[in-house]
């Protein structure tokens, strides 16, 4: 891979890295959410 | 905004996906550098986007230490996480570049060192506020975002008072960049605006909910607590 492809690999790698975690947060927070329901 | 968000996150896809191909394809090859002065579309947004975002936690800051405003707690906030991500982006693909341009990773010159220093600035605030639980981190935090915020014209001016590996500025510092690559480098800050607006939302949106929900779990246990007295 040339260093240019890695460049652009490794900044979507980060943003959908950041993603990742914001979707695992919102996931975490639904689960509190529907139990405070009950 | 649940029907607009889904169609803003697809118009924001295909401008990210045009803007990589003007960058990758369109934009014409450096007569110096050749393909590899291709990661400047990536490597200078992520920046001059984190320097934005930077500015968002300043005024936010500023805001609660005066107010103590939660609002503007939760925009502090937001700005310094997706700033420092944005950051990230530029501390790692500036080295990718460099290998190959300047034969070697880092150098530890102005430009470079401060913008490493800011980055490590807005890390200890995130680490600050993940894990103090004390009534006044807030406070702190607004206090360390502001030091963090002071840095940053430095980052920026760096190169136009030291002499330093990193190049001079391009753009509004006596440099020159063709037309073009110039058009295409604002194509692309432009489209990590919008990426990173809607992921601010999501953010923002995020940490309001966090909190509504942290108040509704104490006055869960609150009144548990009275039941069985």
Request: aromatic share 16%; net charge positive; glycine share 6%.
């Amino acid at each position: 891979m040339s260093f240019l492809h890695l460049a652009y690999t490794v900044t979507w790698a980060i943003h959908i890295t950041y993603l990742g975690i914001l979707v695992r947060r919102y996931a975490s927070l639904r689960k509190d959410f529907d139990e405070l329901k009950k | 905004m649940k029907t607009v968000f889904p169609i803003l996150a697809i118009l924001t896809g295909v401008l990210l996906g045009y803007c990589a191909y003007q960058a990758l394809v369109v934009a014409p090859t450096d007569q110096m550098q050749g393909d590899i002065y291709r990661i400047i579309y990536y490597h200078v947004p992520s920046a001059w986007t984190a320097f934005i975002l930077f500015a968002v936690n300043l005024v936010g800051s500023i805001i609660y230490l005066i107010w103590r405003n939660p609002k503007a707690d939760m925009h502090a906030l937001v700005g310094a996480e997706m700033g420092v991500v944005f950051l990230s982006v530029n501390l790692t693909t500036g080295p990718i570049w460099a290998r190959p341009v300047w034969g070697i990773w880092w150098t530890w010159d102005w430009r470079l060192t401060s913008t490493l220093v800011v980055w490590l600035i807005y890390v200890s605030y995130l680490i600050l506020r993940r894990f103090s639980s004390a009534g006044e981190t807030p406070v702190m935090a607004a206090v360390v975002g502001i030091f963090g915020a002071l840095c940053v014209p430095f980052v920026y001016f760096s190169i136009w008072f030291f002499r330093t590996q990193h190049p001079q500025p391009v753009i509004g510092g006596g440099g020159s960049m063709d037309p073009q690559m110039l058009h295409v480098l604002l194509l692309n800050w432009l489209a990590f605006l919008c990426f990173g607006a809607l992921v601010y939302w999501s953010r923002y949106r995020y940490e309001f909910l966090r909190r509504e929900v942290d108040e509704a779990q104490a006055m869960q246990a609150l009144a548990e607590t009275r039941g069985t007295r």
